[in-house]
């Protein structure tokens, strides 16, 4: 299936050319490299707990059990993941043929370099790793990241300052969720003074990593940036209003921003010398991990969704005017300045999917999957709502509800009634889990102003492997769902923007990533194939009427837990 733009000509790349993307996830680092024609000729990752055990992560994150929501990472491990992955590809990878690099990083994770920091990263030594020569460049030795939940105090101090939420959502993009890195710096400030002044700059993951790439401080890109609740989404500046409302003098700590597919530098010589690439390979800004997948899955037409099925789930699409709203986020487009993307994030993704598994499903994934297809769709009316960690949408914490509600008809929804359960089968309960988290998406996807029912869906990440998943997705939401070659669209996606990048620099300006790949995209990495059809079968608008029924009553139910146990929108 090609989505070139038959209005313009592609730009070809460089004969032997080669493009590095990679992609620091909260639990690996993936890296993929694409030749001149798109084809992936290499791919690999480093899984933090497996392989790197000293650093003491589970799931990539620690979490501090003194202080109850606060998750961290250590930023030497992925600096120490990035000297292993460049190690282990490059038997496979002739570096001095990479032409530009880019990245992909996990959102609003922020990176606190100590004094001198800049300074040593400009003179690192190749004979040595990374991580023994950044050991003390921190002035923070662990980065709160976007699971951390211990920010409430200090989301309500910004948005009363700016006016309220979503006032602050019209500003920034977003209302001031626990995971934005702005209430997370106001803690640092509030909590850490210590560690905030001795602060030389602040990084997101993503500008961190490209920060290490061309030794020395690489700004954060805007569409990265909009996770912060600090830029005007309009201008697609730091506003110093929201400045304020944060912390003194964090202009100067965070740094200058700069579009997605702008030059961050070249390759800083520790990366030339130590593993052979040209000393004028472009290392192209990096940018978050959503942002990239959006780039990776070629998603640039408004009837389009995107779902990403990974450690957290999120729901994303392009839209050229912004609606912001207390539930989603806006962020700039990273490969279309003119238009903007509409994104949703979850928490509880697979590791609640996991959980469930090995709750009710014997730990393995076949008999998961068996449990959901010997269920009906609409699970006799049972919902469930599983929060292992506690959730940004909707704003809950830990626990597990179920309800059973009436059969379901078009008579008007307050008629419906729910009677809450302590505990469903084993089927019922992966149904709940599986229909329930597809039915969270479709709601607030419409409440946001994302295509119900879309076009069709692209999914992505490691659960968009698995069929019996992908027809219930299917179902909900009433469309086709088409997959990509490979799962990983993130580390994909980044080193087709590096393409883009280096593109942009050689013409002297912007041009439309299309330009990239319009000759047609069915023989390159950005192939995708229909994995689960909808449509033309009898009673599929039935169901589809059903399920709108049903995601109703399940939002009407949500609003009840979170007027319950969380915080009232």
């Not at 282990?88 to 994770?109: E, F, I």
């Not at 530098?265 to 959503?290: E, H, K, M």
């Amino acid at each position: 299936m090609a989505y070139g733009d038959g209005c313009s000509l592609p730009l070809p790349l460089p004969d032997g050319s080669l493009f590095l993307g990679f992609d620091c996830s909260t639990q690996s680092l993936k890296a993929t490299v694409l030749d001149a024609s798109l084809a992936i000729v290499a791919h690999d990752a480093v899984h933090f707990d497996s392989e790197l055990p000293h650093y003491g992560t589970e799931g990539g994150v620690r979490r501090d059990a003194a202080e109850p929501g606060r998750i961290v990472s250590p930023p030497l491990m992925w600096a120490e993941a990035l000297d292993l992955l460049l190690r282990r590809l490059k038997p496979r990878v002739d570096y001095g043929r990479v032409a530009a690099v880019s990245g992909s990083a996990q959102q609003h994770g922020s990176v606190y370099w100590g004094r001198g920091a800049g300074a040593a990263l400009a003179s690192l030594d190749p004979a040595w790793g990374l991580a023994p020569q950044l050991a003390g460049a921190f002035a923070a030795p662990e980065s709160p990241v976007w699971m951390d939940s211990s920010t409430t105090a200090q989301c309500r101090e910004v948005e009363a300052a700016l006016g309220g939420a979503l006032a602050l959502a019209r500003m920034t993009g977003c209302r001031a969720h626990e995971r934005c890195t702005g209430p997370q710096i106001r803690k640092m400030f509030q909590m850490r003074r210590g560690i905030y002044d001795g602060t030389e700059r602040i990084s997101l993951v993503s500008s961190f990593m490209a920060s290490l790439l061309i030794g020395g401080y690489a700004c954060i890109d805007q569409t990265d940036g909009a996770g912060m609740n600090l830029m005007d989404i309009e201008t697609r500046q730091l506003r110093q209003d929201a400045l304020e409302a944060t912390a003194p003098d964090l202009d100067v700590k965070i740094g200058k921003l700069a579009p997605a597919h702008a030059i961050a530098g070249t390759l800083a010589p520790y990366f030339v010398q130590r593993f052979q690439f040209t000393s004028n390979c472009l290392v192209v800004q990096w940018s978050g991990d959503n942002p990239n997948s959006l780039a990776g899955l070629t998603l640039r037409n408004p009837g389009d969704l995107a779902i990403s099925l990974g450690t957290s789930d999120t729901v994303f699409g392009v839209t050229d005017v912004p609606e912001p709203s207390l539930d989603g986020n806006i962020l700039p487009n990273p490969v279309d300045p003119s238009t903007y993307m509409v994104m949703l994030c979850y928490k509880n993704g697979s590791l609640t999917r996991e959980d469930i598994r090995d709750r009710y499903a014997e730990k393995s994934w076949d008999v998961f999957n068996n449990l959901l297809e010997q269920t009906d769709p609409l699970n006799g009316g049972k919902l469930g709502f599983y929060y292992k960690e506690h959730e940004i949408l909707p704003p809950l914490p830990v626990g597990f509800h179920r309800y059973i509600v009436d059969t379901l008809t078009s008579g008007p929804l307050a008629e419906t009634k729910e009677r809450q359960k302590d505990e469903f089968d084993p089927p019922s309960e992966v149904r709940a889990l599986i229909e329930g988290q597809f039915m969270s998406m479709r709601g607030h996807a419409e409440r946001c102003g994302l295509p119900v029912p879309p076009k069709r869906i692209i999914a992505t990440g490691g659960a968009s492997s698995n069929q019996a998943i992908l027809k219930t997705l299917a179902s909900v939401f009433g469309c086709p769902v088409y997959t990509v070659q490979r799962p990983d669209s993130a580390s994909l996606g980044a080193a087709l923007r590096a393409a883009h990048g280096w593109l942009c620099k050689k013409q002297g300006e912007f041009v439309p990533i299309s330009r990239v790949y319009s000759g047609g995209s069915d023989r390159t990495s950005l192939s995708m194939k229909l994995a689960v059809p909808f449509g033309g079968c009898e009673g599929d608008d039935e169901l589809l009427n059903k399920y709108t029924l049903l995601v109703e009553k399940r939002l009407e139910i949500e609003q009840k837990l979170v007027e319950r146990f969380g915080r009232v929108k």
